[in-house]
Structure formats: C-alpha cells, structure tokens
C-alpha cells in the first residue's frame, strides 16, 4: 500500500518545454501540471531544492532527442527535498524523510517527462539517499548528478591511492567534485586542475596540488605527465598529451579523441550512501556559485547564467523559498 501524511493536491507548478530550442524561448511556468503518482519502486518527494546541469539544457536544445521521452518535459536531474508518498514495493524509505539525488538513472536514454523543476516530483527509491545532516536543501540538492559523475568516472579509469589525476575544469560542477575526491576519498598523490585566474585559491582549498591557470599556462606543455587525466570541458584532443603512456583519459564533453573514452552517468543512490560521511564530516564540500542560487520563478534567468559556462561549482533552484 502506498502511504501518505496527508491528501496531496491534484495539480500542481512546474517550469516545462513542449518543443526543443534555448531555454530563453522554450521554458514556460505552468500552474496545473498533474501531480504525479509514484509506482510500486518509488517515492513522491517534496522538491524543496533542484539543482540543474549542462546536461539539462543540452537536452532541451534536442541533442538527445532520438532517445529522449516524448514532450512536454519538465527538466531537472537532482532533487532534494522530503518524502511524502511511499509506493508498495518501496522499503528504504519512509513519509518525513530528507532524501536527496539524481532521478534519472540513465543519464540522456529516455530521461523522465517529469523532472525535478517542480514542486513534486515521483523517483525511484534506489537513485535516492538520505540527505547530509549538515547540509541545507539547496547545498544537498547541487551535489548529486556531478559527485556521482565525477565518482565514476575515477572508478572507470581504476583511479586509486597513490595515483596522479589532472582535471581539465576543476571549478565547473563535476570539476570541483573530483578534486575532492581524488585528493580526499581515493588519496590521489598530486592533483592538478585547470582553472581561470580568479579561480585559483579555490582549487587549492578543494585540494588541488597543482592550481593551473589556463589563460597563462598550456597545461599539456607541463614537463610531468598524469597517470588520469579527465576532461570536463570539451579539450580532449589536449587532454591526450597530458596522460602517461599507461594512463586514461576521460570525457564527458564529445567527442573523445583516442585513447580517451566518453561515458554517460548511471545514477545509484548507494554512491552517495557511500559518499555521505565525507559530506557529513566536512571532507567534501558542497560548491555552489555564490550568485547561483535562484528562486523558482527565476528559473529562466538560472539557466542563462547556467549556459554562460562560468558558474563556479553549482547552479540550484530553490522551489520552496
């Protein structure tokens, strides 16, 4: 039997496009969306904070169209927010619970018609974790498509104590995520990253070694070479010059320019299970932009500042203010 606190409403507000193109143009705040129903494997949260990726408006643009869910689509990826329905089948979680994560669990194949951008949203219990004590909604809800990207892509590369890793992009979301990993839960040797000048003293609190201005420094110039090198913004054909002659390279930016590999996200609630410690005893920290919190009805103006490229750690929206 599903369970619930209280009668939900029927409708409700959710930013949605019901054609591809900018965002600008094509998402609209709509107030009677139907509320959705969570089946027997999921949960109904409460989004009180979604955070949103490049991923989201690069899908909207129609880049995934040939495998994307029919329109209209709500976007959003990551949630956090308070479990009010409980589906038949679901066991791990119950109604008042602060859970929080990515709700697609694959990353662009058939991607749900209702994402996170909205005040309920319905997910499975398995791409969901408790969240964080310590962390608000807003710090929980930038964390989980980018940690468990940057998570597996280290686990793809066999990334492990004592190796090297350079970041191509250490302050974008993903970037800020791997640093911190690398250096902090796999115990990388020497963490490089690439960053803009302003940007610098921040990849080093995160961790970074070795804090590489690209606008004065070619970092595959370096004398030294990466046993990893990961690539976040779109610089693989450079990339490959960087990595030792055993190493991987990794991209999630297309197309990869051998030996280098491009992979999509498989969500998995149990990467954060894992990860929450580290959030909970401060050893990774949430990074978002400080003029990237937006509320619900700027949701338009978070993705332009989104799609500038030069967001600093997270962009999120905050749907209860």
Not at 224 to 231: H, I, P, R
């Amino acid at each position: 039997m599903a369970s619930s606190t209280a009668t939900l409403p029927s409708k409700m507000k959710a930013w949605s496009y019901s054609e591809y193109g900018k965002s600008s143009d094509v998402l609209k705040l709509h107030s009677d969306v139907v509320v959705p129903q969570p089946n027997d494997d999921q949960v109904l949260v409460k989004v009180v904070a979604a955070g949103i990726n490049p991923v989201d408006f690069k899908r909207m643009l129609g880049m995934f169209k040939q495998i994307d869910s029919p329109l209209p689509i709500i976007p959003g990826y990551d949630v956090a927010g308070v479990v009010l329905k409980v589906g038949s089948q679901a066991k791990k979680f119950k109604v008042g619970d602060e859970v929080y994560g990515d709700i697609n669990e694959n990353a662009v194949d058939h991607a749900k018609q209702i994402g996170t951008i909205a005040e309920y949203t319905a997910v499975e219990e398995k791409l969901l974790a408790l969240k964080p004590k310590n962390l608000s909604f807003v710090e929980a809800a930038g964390l989980p498509l980018a940690t468990e990207t940057a998570y597996e892509g280290l686990e793809r590369c066999q990334f492990s104590t004592g190796k090297s890793i350079l970041v191509l992009g250490g302050a974008g979301g993903v970037g800020t995520m791997l640093v911190q990993l690398a250096k902090h839960v796999y115990g990388a040797s020497k963490v490089a990253a690439t960053s803009s000048t302003s940007k610098l003293d921040l990849l080093k609190s995160l961790g970074a070694d070795l804090p590489i201005d690209y606008t004065k420094q070619n970092f595959e110039d370096l004398p030294e070479k990466f046993d990893v090198v990961y690539d976040s913004v779109g610089q693989c054909d450079r990339a490959v010059k960087a990595v030792k002659e055993d190493g991987r390279v990794a991209t999630i930016v297309g197309p990869p320019v051998p030996p280098a590999f491009i992979y999509f996200l498989t969500a998995n609630g149990a990467v954060l299970e894992k990860l929450n410690p580290f959030f909970e005893s401060g050893k990774i920290k949430p990074i978002i932009d400080p003029k990237g919190v937006f509320p619900f009805s700027q949701t338009r103006e978070a993705f332009a500042y989104l799609e500038t490229g030069r967001a600093t750690g997270k962009v999120v929206i905050s749907i209860i203010p």
